[in-house]
């Protein structure tokens, strides 16, 4: 199988990639849907991930993409965990004697695919070892279109997909959100953070009389957007860019200036 090495260019591409994601606004309601079904079971990866030193979400965005949530089936391709896998890769897991439990399917995948061995779980490193998962057809053979097995659903992804195996078409559209937009969304809600590194505020800010033009809202409101698509390009940080400065907005805001944002109660 043809490789990808992960180089320092590709971590950053990646990243960047990350960084600036915007979940589109059509999709958000698709994308909750998966997020909260992965936190439901939160604690089945968690299990695993803890056996193997994978990060439980990890875990978590494959099984979405692989068999869409279903404790029933092999993490490995989707088929079905009542007898070893017949798809690529077939006659999965070699050892044990089916129905196998998801558990069990589970470990056998990571490990097949050495994830057990891997310790750069970064966002560069991250990614990079999803797409080694799906494949990297779209990167060697397609470079105009970014795999939707990560960027479905974003700003980073239009169209243009594998069809069948081998069978590519650029107006086929993927209806599959992607691994890193569900990544995206969960550090968003302040659920997952990448090898534990968060910032501490240095900059130290002279308040100022006049009214600032981005202040505290539940309600979108000009500058908003522009905000947080700033604050995206800060490493460690991301928000939802809808325009509306809250909560998770005001936090970000805080950990680059040492401020919350103005008109934020938690000001003291």
Same mark, same amino acid.
């Not at 320092?8 to 990243?15: A, K, M, N, V």
């Not at 279903?70 to 092999?74: A, E, L, P, T, V």
């Not at 490493?235 to 809808?242: E, Q, R, S, T």
């Given at each position: ?6 180089s320092?260019?590709?971590?950053? #591409?990646?990243?960047n990639?990350?960084?600036? @994601? ?7 309601g698709?994308?909750e ?8 079971? %939160? ?7 803890s056996q ?5 979400y990890?875990?978590?965005v494959i099984?979405?993409?692989? *068999?869409s949530l279903?404790? *029933?089936?092999?993490l490995?391709?989707g088929d079905?965990?009542i ?5 690529v890769?077939?006659?999965r897991p070699?050892t044990?004697t089916p129905?196998f439990t998801? #558990?069990?399917s ?6 097949m695919m050495?994830?057990?061995k891997w310790?750069d779980?970064?966002i560069?490193?991250?990614l990079?070892?999803i #797409?080694?998962y799906?494949?990297?057809g779209?990167r060697l ?5 970014l795999s939707?097995?990560?960027?479905s +659903? *974003?700003?980073?992804y239009?169209r243009g %997909?594998y069809i069948?195996? $081998?069978r590519?078409?650029?107006t086929a559209v993927?209806?599959? @959100? $992607?691994a890193?937009?569900?990544?995206r969304?969960?550090? #968003?809600k $302040?659920?997952i953070? +990448?090898n534990g ?13 006049s009214v600032?033009?981005v202040?505290?809202?539940n309600?979108k409101?000009?500058y ?10 800060i490493?460690?940080? +991301?928000? %939802?860019?809808?325009g509306?400065p809250?909560?998770k907005?005001s ?7 040492g401020y919350?944002?103005f ?6």
């Open positions: 199988m043809a490789r990808v090495n992960l320092p260019g590709l971590i950053d #591409e990646y990243t990639l990350f960084n600036t @994601c915007i979940i589109n606004p059509a999709r958000t698709d994308v849907k998966i997020i909260q079904k992965i936190l439901a079971n %939160k604690q089945r990866y968690e299990t695993v991930g193997l030193n994978i990060p439980w990890f875990i978590a099984h979405n993409m692989e *068999s279903d404790f *029933s089936r092999h490995h391709n079905p965990l007898a070893k896998t017949v798809h890769p077939a006659g070699k044990g129905p998801w #558990e069990e589970a470990a056998d995948a990571l490990q050495n994830l057990h310790d779980w970064s560069g490193g991250m990079y070892k #797409e080694e799906n494949g990297w779209y053979h397609h470079q105009h279109v939707p097995y990560l960027w +659903f *974003s700003n980073k239009l %997909k069948a195996d $081998g590519w078409s650029d993927s209806s599959q @959100c $992607g890193a937009v569900l990544l969304r969960l550090a #968003e $302040g659920e953070t +990448f590194k968060d910032l501490t505020a240095e900059i130290q800010i002279t308040p100022v009389e600032p033009l202040r505290f809202s309600k409101i000009p908003a957007e522009e905000l947080q698509k700033y604050l995206n390009t490493p460690g940080i +991301f928000v %939802k860019v809808d509306i809250g909560n907005t936090e970000a805001f805080k950990k680059v200036t919350y944002l008109g934020d109660e938690r000001i003291v």
